[in-house]
Nanobody, 117 residues
Framework: QVQVVESGGGSVQPGGSLRLSCAAS????????MGWYRQAPGKQRELVAS???????KYADSVKGRFTLSRDNAKKMVYLQMNSLKPEDTAVYYC???????????WGRGTQVTVSS
């Protein structure tokens, strides 16, 4: 098993930036693809970005060019740098760990991001 804990959410004006962090612990980090998801009020949870242990990062079309996901395997950390934030980015952001072999998913409790003037 792996545990993941998010941090770094908050409130920001449109056009601003935030950096989310996800700390993982408990299992072999390289077995997991890591991702960020978000869920806005009244909407389904959606993938924002994900990265396997080794490979290419994928982004939702709505965040391409604005968000950057990075992964530090040595520190068991995943980051989401969010620039040029828009009101529609407002959501609870969740860190996800997905086991490559078993398919098990582990979720953090989420961190709120609010973009408003």
């Amino acid at each position: 098993q792996v545990q993941v804990v998010e941090s770094g959410g908050g409130s920001v004006q449109p056009g601003g930036s935030l950096r989310l962090s996800c700390a993982a612990s408990g299992s072999i980090f390289s077995f997991y693809a890591m991702g960020w998801y978000r869920q806005a009020p009244g909407k389904q949870r959606e993938l924002v970005a994900s990265v396997p242990s080794v490979g290419t990062t994928k982004y939702a079309d709505s965040v391409k060019g604005r968000f950057t996901l990075s992964r530090d395997n040595a520190k068991k950390m995943v980051y989401l740098q969010m620039n040029s934030l828009k009101p529609e980015d407002t959501a609870v952001y969740y860190c996800n760990a997905h086991h490559h072999i078993t398919g098990e998913d582990y979720w953090g409790r989420g961190t709120q991001v609010t973009v408003s003037s």
